[in-house]
Each structure stands twice: as C-alpha cells, then as structure tokens.
C-alpha cells in the first residue's frame, strides 16, 4: 500500500469519454415530477419550456447507461480535469489510525468547487440550442461563481439571484461573478413579483435558496429567450456529475483498489450522487458492496429527520413537484455557514436510493464538530475545505476512529468537493469560540411540514 503515491493522476484521454446514468440500472425508478396544476407527470414540453431542449431530454431519460460527453464539453474538462485523488497520508498519521483515506478533490478549478462540472454542460447544451441568456440562483456562491466561468467561455449573458444574507456576508463573490461577466442581484428583489411578494410577507428577510429558485425561473420565463438552469438536484445535474465517481473507480483500478466505505456532504445531492453513482452501481448489480454515507447539517436535517414525501422545490410553489426527502418548502434554515447544505429537499436519485437502501447511512453534524474537522483537515493536507466539504471530513475522520479501535485497514474515500476562502467569516467565528450550534426542534420542523402540498400519498 505505501506505494500509492500521494496524488493519484489519470492521464487526459482517460477523462471520462461518457457520463454514468444510474437511472438505467435503479431497480425503481423514483416517482416522476409532476405539475402542481394537473398532478399529472411533467412532460418534456413543460420542462423543455423552463429548461434547453438537450437539458430536458437528459432529465427525463430512465434508458440510457451511458451518455457520451460532447468532445467540446471535454475540451473544457480539460481545463482543470482530470480531478486528483489524494492518499491523506499525514492526516492519517495524525490520527494513527489503519485506516487509508483517500479524497477525490474538486475544489483545484478556479470556481472552487465540483460545480463547474454541470455549469459546463449547461451552458454548453443552451449555446449549442441558440438561447439569448440563462437565470439562475446562488446560495452561498459557489453555483453562480461556476455558471458565471462557463458563460464566459461560451459568451452567455447571465442573471444570478444570490440569497442575500450570503451576498452580505461573502461580497467578494459577487465581485468575482461581476468580474466574469454576470448580473448579480440580491434575492428576494424588487425586480420580480414573487421577491416583492415574499418581501412583502417576509420584510427584512434575508432570502433563501427556495426564494431565490422562484426569482430566477420567473425570470427566465419573462424574458423571450432566456432558460433557467440549476446546479444541484435535478437528475441532469447528477449525470454531469458523474464524472466525479467514474474518475475515482479508474483512479483506484489502477492500484487494485476498492473502497470500503464513500462518504460525501449532501445539500442538493449533486456532488455526493455524482461520487457515488458509479459505486451504487456496483451494489444493485451485487457485485461489491461499499458502505456509503451522507452527511448534512444539523441546522438542515434533510435526509435524517425530513418526510419523503411530493414537495415544491422552491419557497415561492411554482416549480414541478418532487418525490424527495424534504423539510417543507416552507423551512427557513437557521443561518449556518455552510450555505450550500441549506437546502430543504434533496435530489429524487438520492432520495430514492436512500429510501431503497443504496445509500447505506445518512447523518448530520453540528456546525462546531464540523469545523474542528475543517482545521484538522487544513492543518495535515494543506488545503483550507469549504464547510460543505467538511461535514464529509467530520465523518470520514470519524470512521477512521473506528478502524483505530478495531485495527481494521478499511480503504475511505471522502468527496473534497470544494475550497473555502470565501468562508473566512466562518473560520474566524470557530476560531474566536463565537460559533454556536443550532439544531431545530421537533416542533420547528412540523411548521416546515405543515407546508408540504396536499397531494395524494403524502401523510
Ligand atoms: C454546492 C456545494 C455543495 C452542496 O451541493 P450538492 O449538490 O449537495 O453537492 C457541497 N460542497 C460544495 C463545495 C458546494 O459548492
């Protein structure tokens, strides 16, 4: 084993030539979107009429294993792909422990974060089809810094609505957005109906992800040529990141290597699903069996203590309805710093796999538990993690604990999905001993499912 070296490369032709549509190999399809309207299944004219045609096909396509990756959006992979696997070995050290931990880092694009893999896509797919210009949301900045990169390789006028709280708390992100050529504006705004709506109801909020979906879709759909386009949750978004689990198994082929357990964070889903899809395969076919972990804030405790039930996926009730792990359309998370976890529903891939048992675990951490693995981490590999990434170092420090007192030598790959330097504010409220851990009770969250639509099959 100490022949791995630190860094696991692949070579650039070796850049995935296709993406991995777990969908074709799901024993159960999970339940179709459907529109609120009719409660019938969305079709692909409803979808294609928010999304790009291309877009709406992949989302609705069960069939297809393999989907091939046009050689321009490979082209742009190549820009900063193939993505490392890291053999964490001083951090190994630090905790003595038996255990070999590996993480797949997506954080080494100047976006920082696995985004980039579907804004790529994206915009690619809404270039080729002649779109004048996209909508779309940012949370904590991440998505929008992504989608502002790939529009302007591809020359595509952008408008991002950016939770507002995360604009005042991270402003050097809109500044890098605006450096790359996209319209940024706090959410919930004047500029929509729904954002003078929620205002209305809700003055001095400072928005949410829900809030800020309902404000890009409606301004896609007001203004003649424009689509919409999400980075996490949806099935396309999951395909494209694909990628990421499809270059771990080559990665670790090449030194006969096997995972024993795969841990990833999860908000909407997209970096965890993408990292794990191909290695879920590999359990519905009972060909290996790798134990797979989620992990979520405690502040926004989707999968470990929300319904699985039909829900909007936004806080505004005009996008198609789910079938998903999901607080309530109406749940306000708890300002948390890890802005990209704060989601209240969850990719229906996942969900279902979940629900089916695929994903073997999901659990939550507290946001000082997280952090205090964020500066362990920092500390022995030298990369400063987003605190998304960190709830999935929490666990797989965790589980490396475990190994230590059973002497097992279990193989760990752990998402790294991105970096954290515009998160400062938040390592500095850890250091300073000012962060505090907010976790919702049993009656906050019934407020959240009391919102959820009556629709036949949710209790
Ligand atoms: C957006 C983001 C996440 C959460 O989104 P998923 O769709 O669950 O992957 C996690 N980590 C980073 C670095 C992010 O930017």
Not at 97 to 104: E, G, H, L, R, S
Not at 113 to 126: G, I, P, R, W
Not at 164 to 186: D, I
Not at 392 to 402: C, N, P, V, Y
Request: a negative charge; one cysteine or more; glycine letters at 8%.
């Amino acid at each position: 084993m100490s022949s791995i070296p630190y860094k696991i490369y692949l070579e650039e032709n070796e850049i995935p030539k296709t993406w991995y549509n777990i969908r074709a190999n799901m024993p159960q399809q999970h339940a179709p979107m459907l529109n609120p309207g009719t409660m019938k299944p969305a079709t692909k004219e409803e979808i294609s009429a928010i999304f790009c045609e291309e877009l709406a096909r992949q989302e609705l396509d069960e069939t297809t294993e393999n989907i091939p990756i046009p050689e321009p959006i490979r082209d742009f992979y190549k820009m900063y792909r193939p993505s490392p696997l890291v053999r964490a070995y001083c951090l190994e050290q630090e905790l003595k422990t038996p255990a070999k931990i590996f993480y797949k880092f997506e954080g080494s694009n100047t976006s920082g974060s696995h985004k980039l893999n579907s804004a790529a896509a994206q915009v690619y797919y809404a270039k080729e089809q002649g779109v004048k210009g996209l909508a779309t949301e940012t949370g904590a900045g991440q998505w929008g810094t992504a989608l502002s990169m790939a529009c302007a390789f591809y020359q595509m006028p952008l408008y991002v609505f950016m939770v507002k709280n995360s604009a005042e708390q991270k402003p050097y992100r809109k500044a890098v957005m605006e450096t790359f050529g996209a319209n940024v504006t706090k959410s919930p705004s004047d500029t929509t109906e729904i954002g003078r709506k929620i205002l209305l109801e809700n003055p001095g909020t400072g928005g949410s992800l829900g809030c800020a979906i309902s404000e890009a879709i409606e301004f896609a759909v007001t203004h003649e040529g424009y689509k919409y386009t999400l980075g996490s949750v949806l099935d396309q978004v999951l395909l494209h990141q694909s990628v990421i689990g499809l270059e771990v198994k080559k990665a670790m082929e090449k030194y006969s290597l096997y995972p024993d357990i795969i841990i990833g964070c999860a908000g909407g889903g997209s970096n965890l699903g993408g990292l794990v899809s191909p290695f879920v395969r590999d359990k519905i076919k009972k060909e290996k069996n790798p134990y797979i972990i989620a992990v979520e804030p405690a502040s926004c405790p989707t999968m470990t203590r929300g319904r699985y039930a039909y829900d909007f996926c936004d806080t505004g009730r005009i996008t198609p309805l789910a079938k998903m792990y999901t607080l309530g359309s109406g749940f306000m998370p708890a300002p948390n710093h890890a802005g990209g976890l704060r989601y209240h529903g969850m990719s229906p891939i996942l969900s279902k796999l979940y629900h089916d048992g695929f994903i073997d675990e999901a659990r939550s951490a507290v946001q000082t538990d997280v952090f205090e693995a964020a500066v362990k981490f920092a500390r022995c590999e030298g990369i400063l993690p987003a605190p998304e990434s960190a709830h999935a170092i929490r666990a797989a420090i965790d589980e490396s604990e475990k190994c230590k007192q059973t002497g097992e030598e279990k193989i760990i790959v752990f998402g790294l999905s991105g970096t954290g330097y515009f998160d400062m504010a938040a390592y500095e409220s850890y250091h300073s001993g000012k962060m505090t851990d907010y976790v919702p009770t049993d009656e906050e969250l019934q407020k959240g499912f009391d919102s959820l639509p009556k629709v036949p099959g949710n209790a």
